[in-house]
């Protein structure tokens, strides 16, 4: 990951902290306040990102980049069981067009 990439993921890390530390998010019954604990690259383009919460617990969000068009820049869900799961089953489908494709090239 480049410099200025991982600056603007350190600062948007930061962003989603706040966005979620807001006391009238939706959702946020127990008022939880959320502060960056670590940021964790994975490749060029994504990371995970672990939050504390005042109530001693962790949340962890995938963060992603897209460099290109109107979407440009850095961009994060919070992955339940069941998407990590479908995430899972992907590698496979991914590798299985990459082996078609290759014979293309």
């Not at 962003?15 to 998010?25: D, E, F, L, V």
């Not at 019954?29 to 994504?46: G, Y």
């Amino acid at each position: 990951m480049n410099k200025a990439t991982a600056l603007e993921l350190r600062s948007f890390a930061e962003t989603i902290a706040k966005r979620y530390s807001s006391t009238s998010r939706a959702c946020n019954h127990n008022n939880e306040a959320f502060s960056v604990d670590e940021v964790i690259p994975t490749s060029d383009h994504s990371a995970v990102i672990n939050f504390k919460k005042n109530t001693g617990k962790i949340a962890v969000a995938f963060a992603y980049y897209i460099n290109k068009g109107r979407s440009k820049g850095w961009k994060y869900f919070f992955p339940t069981d069941s998407h990590l799961n479908g995430m899972q089953a992907f590698l496979f489908y991914k590798l299985q067009a990459e082996r078609a494709n290759y014979s293309k090239n």
